[in-house]
């Protein structure tokens, strides 16, 4: 009997000692291939469209383009200006706006005017999402703009 004990007893204080057999770390490795294409092959074109604006008044300055080939959201955010620069809208609207699939629908547009002659940026933040969240792209963008009299 004291013999069984004594087992019973190592073997509990055995499994106090090293555990249980649950994990404590596991590590895995993954591969990930990350291609950059040029602006009309990208899923998300955007292209510089004007970087000389007559003071007084406004002008598109980017051109946002969705080749996801499903509908997203536009956001523009984090808008940060310099010198008589001032970000005024995506397509003429507010700071969101719904990129379809195809068609002409699939482009906006990013407004900025100048208020003066002292040339500037625009800083924008570019928020694409689906509306199942299974897309996401977020992209900074900083355009230098001349800000010319009129």
Do not use: P, W
């Not at 383009?65 to 523009?76: A, I, K, P, W, Y």
């Not at 609207?93 to 068609?103: E, I, M």
């Amino acid at each position: 009997m004291r013999h069984r004990r004594l087992i019973l007893a190592l073997f509990v204080l055995a499994t106090v000692i090293t555990g249980t057999a649950g994990y404590s770390a596991i590590q895995a490795e993954r591969s990930v291939d990350v291609t950059v294409a040029d602006g009309e092959d990208a899923y998300l074109a955007v292209e510089n469209t004007n970087d000389s604006i007559t003071n007084g008044s406004t002008s598109s300055v980017l051109r946002v383009t969705n080749q996801f080939g499903r509908e997203v959201d536009l956001t523009v955010d984090d808008i940060e200006t310099t010198g008589s620069v001032e970000y005024e809208s995506v397509n003429g609207a507010n700071d969101k706006v719904t990129l379809g699939a195809t068609g002409d629908d699939r482009t906006a547009v990013i407004n900025a005017s100048c208020t003066g002659t002292d040339d500037g940026e625009l800083e924008v933040m570019l928020i694409v999402e689906s509306d199942d969240n299974e897309l996401s792209v977020r992209t900074m963008q900083v355009i230098d703009i001349s800000c010319e009299s009129a």
